[in-house]
């Protein structure tokens, strides 16, 4: 056992039941690398339903969830470069990688040969196990910890560190940052709705498809899309067949999926950032029309702190709902309904005392 104070304060799920509940532990010394970030805000990701309840079998409980996560620099180790007390800051999904790797080395850590380890549930280099932002604060590698910049809503920035990256990314990889390029965004979620903002701030011509019509005007007035297409309306898609240059899909509910390769225009890609439960296409809908399918998980380091800035710069802000994490529990559950616009933070600061 750690001799260390249990001093850090979090909310765990000891069991498959999922429910979160106060949960005292201790984190481990700043190292010459590190930096301590005293916990604001973090926001709730569908992978706290997932891991809370044992979906994939690994759950190494009690879990502390959480891995969009921003704070303040309470305190740096003595190697650190660029990071200072009192600086905003932020952590996303992993919060280590072997640094080796030809993955590493091109600042895509969350690819690395050897698996990136998450922020949560996972067992560290030390034999811990990393625990997430529900909690009041962390120490983390100075590598995996992102300037936040000082004017921008550090709630705000949270759903940035996972769903934000996870629709920017493949976006960046697929060259769909050129004005002018058709977007087609699948699901209107916390990814998706980001998905449509970045789409906007990039000059593209931004469709949603969902199958739920209450979600139109919030589509079309609130963030801005071009059009809103009815994805069980067999009309509606018959007409923008062909238009599209990319689609990023963040459903995870299952769902066919030669429908929308038919909108692909010729050698068009479709990215999978959901998780359904399995995909299912006929060849040809790749075949004729020179199209691809691919996948893409939360971005490297590189791609995170550009993604950062672009924010900053170009005012992208999620559309979120601050609750205590004392809520949190009720949060999940409206969270597995879709009752949520667009993406639930805690506010830590507050309310975790």
């Not at 040969?113 to 009041?136: A, E, L, Q």
């Not at 018959?238 to 689609?247: A, L, R, W």
């Amino acid at each position: 056992m750690s001799s260390a104070k249990e001093d850090c304060l979090g909310y765990a799920a000891r069991d498959p039941s999922g429910f979160l509940s106060p949960y005292k532990f201790s984190r481990r010394a700043v190292g010459n690398d590190d930096v301590s970030i005293s916990i604001t805000h973090c926001g709730v990701c569908y992978a706290e339903v997932l891991w809370t309840r044992n979906k994939f079998g690994d759950a190494k409980y009690p879990i502390v969830p959480g891995h969009e996560l921003v704070g303040v620099v309470k305190e740096v180790g003595s190697n650190v470069k660029g990071f200072k007390v009192g600086d905003h800051v932020g952590v996303g999904t992993y919060v280590n990688s072997c640094r080796e790797c030809e993955y590493c080395g091109d600042g895509l850590e969350v690819y690395c040969s050897k698996g990136p380890i998450f922020t949560y549930n996972h067992v560290d280099v030390d034999g811990t196990i990393t625990k997430g932002g529900f909690s009041t604060y962390i120490v983390v590698h100075q590598r995996y910890c992102f300037k936040i910049a000082e004017d921008y809503p550090l709630a705000s920035a949270a759903p940035l560190l996972c769903a934000g990256i996870t629709v920017y990314s493949p976006m960046i990889r697929h060259k769909m940052n050129q004005p002018g390029k058709s977007l087609g965004v699948i699901g209107l979620g916390g990814l998706g709705h980001l998905a449509v903002k970045f789409g906007k701030a990039f000059g593209l011509n931004v469709t949603v498809f969902s199958t739920s019509i209450s979600k139109k005007e919030e589509a079309l007035n609130l963030l801005g899309a071009d059009k809103f297409v009815i994805s069980s309306d067999q009309q509606e898609m018959t007409e923008v067949s062909k238009s599209f240059d990319f689609i990023i899909d963040t459903a995870s509910g299952t769902h066919p999926f030669d429908p929308y390769m038919s909108l692909l225009k010729t050698g068009g890609v479709l990215v999978l950032v959901g998780a359904p439960g399995e995909v299912k296409l006929s060849p040809g809908s790749l075949i004729h029309g020179m199209k691809s399918i691919s996948g893409s998980a939360a971005g490297g380091t590189k791609d995170t702190k550009e993604m950062l800035d672009f924010c900053a710069a170009n005012k992208i802000y999620p559309e979120i709902e601050i609750i205590p994490i004392q809520y949190v529990n009720e949060a999940i559950e409206r969270l597995i309904k879709s009752d949520v616009k667009y993406r639930f933070v805690i506010d830590i600061e507050r309310s975790l005392k």
